[in-house]
């Protein structure tokens, strides 16, 4: 699934009958602003429900520490039975996200995925990813491998791109 | 105390007395008043060139020919010739008197432009601390280039652009850069500024600020470019790095499924569009989100701020580009951004815009602001002069009346203040001059608004063309009697019979002489009408 055209179908679903995706993403919002996940926010772009935009602060103790990482989140029209589509917009040096920005992620996978999860679930465990590398699937294989034999040099030089590209 | 303001009694009191300190150049600045420029040569005799403007010392008078081909340098002279009657002042000038040649002698000309390049007759600046002169030659504009290799939409293109930096003295060109399919904003040097020996370029095309660096041997070097990224060396930082992650794979093949995709590899093929914020985006929307975090304490007020100011607006911030860039110092850059419509179209009034303070060492935004920004307008009321900076090496640069350092320009900016129905309006008005064009003022001492007063829709400071009314301006004396000085009047003595053709003057002054061009011309290709300021 090629991610990197974000800007080519920005689709605008009518607004006066609100679809039933419509309505659970708006559900979602009102619930994820109750009870915000720690180091993370995000909300709707514009006016158009199905884009979000979301914010993540690399956590405290990490090499992502200091970071502020933007990331694009498309749900599809039949959300929730498809997972949300989430793309890193800030560069990051993460075995599980790719040189485009494609996150990988667990839950997002559309075998993995199931309707009963939320997109505060999908924020909470986007977060964890920073605490958490997950090494054995990864998306860019040299890091992971840094990941697991050098975990310092692995750690200096995320911090480094966080630096450089995430402040 | 009764004073005498005659240039004789003047003398007398500068040698008995000392100014209050601090004051010394003010006073030697009013004997400007005793000196004016009160006697005009009109429809002088003179090359057909486009005389662009006198530089900052006074050394030099840089014109171009009318076919954009050729630099034409003078070097401005005082008028000289003997008279042979009694009582010459009374006499009017010989005729040899009056010619151009009497008051400037030619230096050389150099031919700038090539078979497609034409001078760009709109821009010139100039490193006073070297004399070294940045002139530019380009090719004509495309307007609906495609965007191609990165190149935002709906920016024309230019196929070549050619800096050419010579040594005025003797018209060496010493460098060149040039820019392909490329659009910088050359006309009153808006997409350049030159800060010392810094210079900023503004790819409005690839969304990028070069700077440079004039060398005093006389060549340009590259510092770095801002916009895809901040330091200078995160291109080549994340092509290192993105080799030594494919040379692990190398080494350890066997226990990884092998994957191509390298995070941040987007290099080896230009030809796709980078997934990733520009450099400059990712600090400016950091900026606004910890500005959001840290203003709204309690958390629910939080979120819903950050979703109303951030969330909401994300793309158009994302969507803003670069439009003009000035320096307020070494390391800090006034950026505006706007639309992409707004970058080029003339009136760039009706757009909205913002402006960010970004230091290019730490790479951090220092500020963002609103075009109706009453913080900003509050800072640029009080502290004008850190936006004007002028070159360090001459003194007489900092006596550029502004409404921070003369009260009657304080006094005329809080009037129309005043006078104005909406605030906001009023502010987006005073700040549309931001950043301002790099050395577009003339530091004439006769548009000192401590010494003169003139109506500012006819003449200023400001370098740019007006349009000519067969009035003549006047100069009236700032402090008491409040007299009339001297006039200039552009165009012919007897004035134009033919009003229906438009007439434009624009106004060289000398910057410490009193000497002053001023050219009038019809929208037609006619010859302009020159006339020499000057005083007898």
């Known amino acids: 699934m090629n991610s990197g055209s974000l800007s080519g179908g920005r689709s605008w679903p009518s607004r006066t009958s609100l679809t039933s995706s419509g309505k659970r993403i708006q559900k979602e919002m009102a619930e994820l602003n109750t009870d915000p996940p720690a180091d993370c926010s995000a909300g709707p772009k514009g006016d158009n429900l199905y884009h979000w935009v979301a914010t993540l602060f690399g956590p405290q103790g990490t090499p992502y520490e200091g970071g502020i990482y933007f990331l694009d989140i498309t749900f599809p029209t039949n959300y929730p039975y498809k997972p949300p589509k989430v793309v890193f917009k800030t560069r990051i040096y993460h075995c599980n996200v790719d040189s485009s920005g494609n996150v990988g992620l667990d839950i997002l996978d559309e075998n993995s995925w199931s309707p009963a999860l939320t997109i505060s679930k999908v924020l909470h465990d986007l977060r964890s990813i ?8 990864p998306r860019v294989p040299g890091i992971a491998h840094l990941f697991l034999v050098d975990r310092v040099k692995h750690n200096a030089l995320a911090a480094e791109w966080t630096q450089r590209f995430a402040k | 105390m009764f004073r005498r303001h005659n240039i004789t009694a003047r003398i007398f009191e500068r040698q008995i007395r000392t100014p209050s300190p601090g004051t010394s150049v003010h006073c030697a600045r009013r004997f400007y008043e005793n000196i004016v420029p009160g006697s005009t040569i009109y429809d002088v005799e003179c090359p057909d060139h486009s005389f662009r403007k006198f530089t900052e010392d006074g050394k030099y008078l840089i014109s171009f020919s009318r076919d954009h081909q050729d630099l034409i340098v003078y070097r401005p002279t005082w008028l000289s010739f003997s008279c042979k009657q009694e009582d010459c002042d009374s006499q009017d000038l010989p ?13 050389y000309s150099v031919p700038l432009a090539s078979a497609s390049e034409l001078i760009c007759k709109d821009f010139f600046l100039y490193a006073e601390t070297n004399q070294f002169g ?24 230019i196929e070549k652009i ?15 850069r040039v820019f392909r399919n490329d659009y910088i904003n050359l006309a009153h040097s808006m997409g350049v500024f030159l800060f010392d020996d810094l210079l900023a370029i503004v790819s409005l095309r690839y969304q990028r600020i070069h700077i440079l660096q004039i060398r005093d041997s006389g060549s340009l070097v590259d510092l770095r470019a801002i916009g895809e990224f901040c330091r200078e060396d995160d291109e080549l930082f994340l092509n290192s790095s993105a080799q030594t992650i494919s040379s692990v794979d190398k080494r350890a093949p066997e226990h990884m499924p092998m994957n191509n995709a390298v995070n941040g590899l987007h290099l080896e093929q230009p030809a796709q569009e980078n997934p990733f914020l520009t450099g400059i985006k990712q600090r400016l929307l950091s900026f606004i989100v910890r500005g959001i975090q840290s203003e709204e304490k309690d958390e629910a007020m939080r ?7 951030f969330y ?4 158009d911030y994302v969507d803003l580009i670069i439009w003009k860039v000035q320096f307020l110092d070494r390391h800090h850059l006034l950026i505006k951004f706007g639309s992409v419509d707004g970058a080029v179209s003339r009136n760039t009034d009706s757009h909205p815009a913002f402006f960010a303070v970004y230091n290019m060492e730490s790479t951090e935004i220092i500020a963002f602001y609103q075009m109706s920004s009453d913080e900003l307008y509050s800072l640029f009321e009080q502290f004008c002069d850190h936006f004007h900076v002028p070159s360090k090496s001459s003194l007489h640069m900092n006596f550029i009346s502004s409404h921070s350092n003369n009260i009657h320009a304080l006094e005329q900016l809080r009037s129309s203040k005043n006078k104005a129905t909406s605030f906001s309006l009023f502010i987006k008005k005073v700040l549309v001059s931001l950043p301002f064009n790099c050395q577009s003022q003339s530091p004439s001492p006769y548009f000192d608004q401590s010494l003169f007063r003139f109506d500012e829709k006819l003449i200023s ?5 007006r349009q000519s009314t ?60 020159v006339n020499i300021h000057f005083r007898r």
Do not use: M, W
Not at chain 2, 141 to 152: L, N, R
Not at chain 2, 461 to 465: I, K, Q, W, Y
């Open chain 1, 130 to 137: 920073f605490t958490n590398p997950n090494p054995y699937k």
């Open chain 2, 95 to 107: 005729v040899k008197a009056k010619k151009f040649e009497s008051f400037f002698t030619r230096l």
């Open chain 2, 134 to 157: 940045l002139f530019a030659t380009s090719t004509a504009q495309i307007y609906d280039a495609p965007a191609t290799g990165g190149a935002i939409q709906g920016v024309p293109s």
């Open chain 2, 162 to 176: 050619t800096f050419h930096l010579l040594r005025l003295e003797d018209g060496v060109v010493l460098d060149e």
């Open chain 2, 303 to 309: 979120i819903q701020s950050l979703k109303k100011k």
């Open chain 2, 312 to 315: 909401f607006h994300f793309q």
């Open chain 2, 461 to 465: 400071a400001v370098d740019r063309h």
């Open chain 2, 470 to 529: 067969d009035h003549p301006i006047k100069f009236i004396l700032r402090r008491p009697p409040h007299t009339l000085k001297f006039k200039i009047k552009p165009g012919p003595e007897a004035g134009v019979t033919d009003c229906r053709t438009k007439r434009i003057s624009s106004f060289l002054f000398h910057p410490t002489l009193p000497l002053a061009l001023s050219i009038q011309q019809t929208l037609f290709l006619q010859p302009a009408v």
